[in-house]
């Protein structure tokens, strides 16, 4: 072979390994990433950045032999754990302990740490899959995927899935709220097309009113909470039960006191025991602070009819006694209809909102005259006449026998005399029914036999008002008013007095 054609053959052999090499290290990293595709879902966490350190240098492939081979060193959070002939070990451990555990539990699971390999080719390079196994699995931190609920920016509780968690937030809705979630979901769809009012519902809204998140997160499988669990602690916002023991002297607001809760919340604790339960010393009383860390917002509609109730308008009257009033128009209540917003939380209302009133009918005021016209309790001591009618029998004696008074024939109104106040008014033998009106200059005016008395002691009346009507009650043979007149105490005629 001449030196030119065993050149040129050593050129082919030499271009043709240095294509094999390359097709080989393409090989490799088409292998890796293809097996991250179809790892990713799965184990989003794991790993598998793979940073591989291709050694194929033109220079070397002279010496490539049988011997040297690629190993790949294992780097756990950067960490180096151990040296393995291929990355299948590590991947093919993982995936089985990630079943494992999953079948265990019944969660997804994923391995939490990062592992990279780091490949490396080297004339017998040293290797053991079994110990870096063993390694992994000292430190393989395996978590599970979960949902954290968040309220208001604080981490409540994890539920397993998105699902569970919906499903519990709208358990909670519709616990506090009293409406089925699906109808909720109705009214969210009906307030969105305004064209379609909710008539069937009242309600306009449910929402919570802190701010609830939901995120996908990996914790250990003990953090991760039934659905049941998870909605109770919601609800109650804690598991924590606290008790407390009755001493002498103790009461259900003094216990609440102690604790910083209210009655309410004991009541709610304890089912039987109510505002009326005498505690026995030594019982048990749950005094755990129920304190739910969601409040439940519900918006309600309310329309009703109510009564505007009528106002009295008083005017004064000086043509009218003092102390009389008289009313000139009768009140008449009105309607209308309102609108509200009722808001409640946690089945409590909080606020009830007009949104619109209209009214049906205005109220009619009641208008009433009260009397300003003073009438003075003194007498002017010129008296006008008590009762009309002739009369039928004159002061003094007659057939031996005093006369103490005149008698005015007739039936009619029996008129004060004098301004004054009434002194007596009632029985009063022979008289019958009688009045006397003590005139407060001295004087007094007696009037009997009458049928009915329209004024009662203490009243102060002004001359000429009506005091009663004339009868004939008494010592008497026909309707007519028997008057007296006194001054200082003795019998006076009174025609020297009246008008
Ligand atoms: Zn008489």
């Given amino acids: 072979m001449q030196w030119s054609e065993w050149k040129a053959k050593l050129q082919e052999r030499s271009e043709q390994i240095v294509q094999n090499c390359r097709q080989l290290a393409k090989r490799t990293i088409d292998q890796t990433s293809s097996y991250i595709q179809t ?6 966490s794991v790993a598998a950045g793979l940073v591989l350190t291709v050694a194929a240098g033109a220079s070397a492939q002279y010496y490539y032999t049988s011997n040297i081979i690629s190993v790949y060193h294992v780097l756990v959070n950067g960490q180096e754990i151990g040296v393995v002939d291929n990355p299948a070990v590590v991947k093919n451990w993982t995936a089985a302990k990630l079943e494992e555990e999953q079948a265990k539990n019944g969660l997804s699971m994923t391995l939490a740490d990062y592992i990279t390999f780091q490949e490396e080719r080297k004339y017998k390079a040293p290797f053991d899959n079994e110990s870096t196994v063993r390694a992994l699995s000292d430190i393989a931190d395996i978590k599970v995927e979960a949902v954290k609920l968040i309220v208001d920016g604080k981490v409540v509780g994890y539920a397993a899935d998105q699902n569970t968690a919906d499903q ?21 769809v009906a307030a969105a097309s305004l064209s379609a009012p909710a008539k069937s519902s009242p309600i306009k809204e449910v929402t919570f009113k802190e701010q609830v998140e939901t995120e996908s997160d990996s914790v250990t499988a003990a953090q991760v909470l039934p659905a049941d669990k998870l909605e109770e602690l919601l609800v109650k916002g804690t598991f924590k039960q606290m008790t407390h023991t009755v001493v002498e002297g103790d009461c259900i607001g003094c216990i609440a006191k102690k604790y910083g809760i209210t009655s309410n919340d004991i009541y709610a604790n304890n089912p039987g025991i109510t505002e009326n339960t005498l505690l026995q010393l030594g019982q048990q009383i749950n005094v755990t602070a ?22 009295t308008q008083i005017n004064n009257n000086d043509k009218l006694p003092k102390g009389e009033t008289k009313v000139v128009q009768e009140g008449r209540d009105g ?11 946690n089945g409590q209302v909080v606020a009830k909102n007009i949104v619109k009133q209209d009214v049906i009918a205005q ?5 009433v005259e009260r009397g300003t016209k003073v009438i003075p309790s003194r007498g002017t001591g010129r008296l006008s006449w008590p009762a009309s009618g002739y009369i039928s029998s004159g002061f003094g004696t007659r057939w031996g026998r005093m006369h103490k008074g005149i008698d005015i024939a007739g039936s009619g109104s029996v008129l004060a005399a004098d301004n004054g106040r009434v002194k007596f008014a009632g029985w009063d033998g022979d008289y019958g029914k009688a009045v006397i009106i003590d005139h407060g200059n001295g004087m007094e005016t007696l009037y009997g036999h009458m049928s009915t008395i329209s004024v009662k002691v203490g009243d102060v009346v002004a001359q000429g008002k009506k005091i009663g009507v004339k009868g004939s009650t008494g010592d008497s043979t026909g309707v007519h008013l028997h008057f007296e007149v006194h001054q200082n105490g003795r019998i006076q005629n009174p025609m020297r007095y009246l008008k």
Wanted: proline letters at 5%; charged letters at 30%.
């Fill in 39 to 44: 790892h990713k879902k799965q184990t989003i």
């Fill in 168 to 188: 519990v937030l709208a358990h909670v809705k519709e616990k506090f709220s009293g409406i089925p979630a699906q109808a909720d979901k109705k009214v969210a």
């Fill in 290 to 311: 129920i304190r739910p860390f969601v409040t439940v917002q519900v918006k309600e509609d309310l329309s009703q009819k109510e009564t505007i109730a009528f106002s």
């Fill in 335 to 345: 309607s209308k209809m309102v609108q509200y917003e009722i808001v409640k939380e």
């Fill in 363 to 367: 109220p009619v005021a009641k208008i």
